[in-house]
């Protein structure tokens, strides 16, 4: 574990139709179909039906969006640190 000071994270759900995301690092791609987003705790895949990124805030690391969410998931975030050598071994 490092010792790197983690943004807090939080995901709300209003009834599958609307989503507040904290913590927010960065929008890798969206489209109606899924929204993937950088985080702190490893990439988040939302995936549905015309989602809509309504509001994105920057400064304070936040996402709105609406749409019909039908899926959520999260890829684990990757260690720099590990080398190639150590991967292999696994």
Do not use: C, F, W
């Not at 009834?15 to 995301?21: F, S």
């Not at 959520?72 to 590990?82: G, H, I, R, T």
Request: no cysteine; aromatic share 4%; proline share 1%.
């Amino acid at each position: 574990m490092s010792d790197k000071i983690l943004i807090p994270h939080k995901v709300t759900l209003e009834n599958r139709n609307a989503m507040t995301v904290t913590g927010v690092l960065q929008v890798i791609s969206y489209d109606e179909y899924r929204i993937i987003l950088r985080t702190d705790y490893g990439t988040l895949i939302i995936q549905g039906r015309d989602l809509v990124a309504g509001e994105i805030s920057s400064s304070q690391n936040t996402l709105k969006l609406t749409g019909r969410v039908e899926t959520m998931q999260y890829k684990a975030a990757k260690d720099k640190s590990e080398g190639l050598l150590a991967r292999i071994m696994k």
